[in-house]
């Protein structure tokens, strides 16, 4: 996507890591999804969760593209992950009986894992209740991850910040801008970690989350602990105002290069948005091979979770995907879990996929920005 995968952090608004950078940004760069001009809603169809902007038609597995093919194993851990949550609660949709009936099937057994879904869920093809459309966007988004010290180096120079312990007891209103905080030596002492780029560091904050290397081979993972309750402004559009870069350089990427292109104006451009995002230490028996928690409460797992719009899906459901991979008209068909939400991610028809951590799965993030169709997958 471009910079669509920069989802303003996904706990800014409390629950989701990374699209409205560019949602503000560039509405007109690539083609937009295709909207139905010609939908008639079918007539009405009781399912156990109602949307109040997605309409929900029952289909069979065969209108699923690439349910045959799909790797089911690689998506049974995240599912379970998804039951440690839903089997507890108590609403619209009865995931209890479902989550129970998973230790009756083997983690390894495809087959098994493609019988249980197709025994125990109806499977909905999702639309959009205003336009009728079945299509919609599906960026993307990473955890960040970069070499680091817990003191500050010659290498290591550049800071992330713990909450300012002042503000615990009270805090300012309205609370300093970047521009403001970064001037003032308010931040001093508050130091949690440095890394070396500066630019890096603020694509962490927009993630809200992300893995420090440290140089003893230890990783210090970070997760969020809130905001100056600035708004949001992207600073790509910042630059793109200023034609300092072209639509099509509007990708982190794209940023990265103009940042090294142009070292003494990025404190300038980073203070184009005057949000600042802060950061804690998670918890050391926290798996470095884990991805960040989301929006559910249970950890990400990589390209088999994506955040939703909650008016839209319910939190921790099963949902198969189809799109493209980024830049391509390859197919990427999976079963995913909506297990994170995110401030950008509005929508009925509408998915933020996470790619995993580090520099791959944020090249794959930093591009996508495609069609795609959803079907929800619903307990019987």
């Known amino acids: 996507m471009i910079l669509y995968f920069l989802k303003v952090t996904k706990r800014l608004v409390p629950t989701s890591v990374f699209a409205l950078l560019m949602t503000f940004l560039v509405a007109g760069c690539s083609t937009p999804p295709t909207r139905s001009t010609t939908y008639r809603p079918s007539s009405s169809i009781s399912t156990p969760f109602n949307s109040p902007i997605a309409s929900f038609t029952a289909v069979s597995w065969q209108a699923l593209p690439g349910w045959q093919d799909d790797e089911l194993t690689q998506a049974w851990p995240a599912w379970l992950k998804s039951c440690e949550v839903l089997r507890k609660r108590s609403g619209e949709v009865n995931w209890r009986e479902v989550c129970s009936r998973t230790e009756q099937v083997s983690a390894v057994d495809r087959q098994a894992i ?12 999702v639309r959009n209740n205003a336009s009728g459309s079945e299509t919609g966007l599906v960026t993307g988004y990473y955890e960040p991850v970069m070499g680091g010290s817990l003191v500050r180096t010659s290498a ?26 970064m001037n003032s030596g308010a931040l001093k002492g508050q130091e949690i970690a440095w890394v070396q780029d500066p630019v890096a560091a603020a694509f962490m904050q927009i993630q809200g ?11 210090l993972r970070l997760g969020f602990a809130g905001t100056n309750d600035q708004p949001f402004k992207s600073f790509a559009q910042w630059l793109l105002d200023r034609k300092e870069i072209t639509r099509s350089e509007a990708t982190m990427q794209g940023i990265s290069q103009w940042a090294k292109r142009n070292p003494s104006r990025v404190e300038e451009m980073l203070n184009a948005n005057p949000r600042f995002v802060f950061f804690k230490e998670l918890p050391s028996n926290v798996s470095a091979q884990l991805g960040p928690n989301g ?26 995907l189809a799109t493209t991979k980024p830049l391509s008209t390859q197919a990427l068909q999976k079963l995913v879990m909506a297990q994170d939400t995110g401030s950008a991610i509005v929508g009925a028809v509408r998915a933020d996929y996470y790619w995993g951590s ?4 944020a090249e794959m993030a930093g591009r996508m920005k495609q069609n795609g169709k959803m079907w929800l997958l619903l307990p019987r």
């Open 114 to 125: 493609r019988r249980y879904f197709e025994t125990y869920f109806q499977a909905y093809e």
């Open 156 to 181: 290591y120079s550049v800071p992330l910040y713990g909450y300012p312990s002042a503000w615990r007891k009270a805090k300012p209103s309205p609370a300093p801008t970047r521009a403001e905080l």
């Open 209 to 219: 989350s992300g893995k420090i290397r440290l140089n003893d081979g230890q990783v």
């Open 295 to 320: 929006a559910l409460g249970v950890p990400l797992t990589e390209e088999r979770s994506i955040a939703i719009d909650l008016k839209s899906l319910p939190l921790g459901a099963p949902v198969f």
């Open 358 to 361: 580090g520099d791959v799965a």
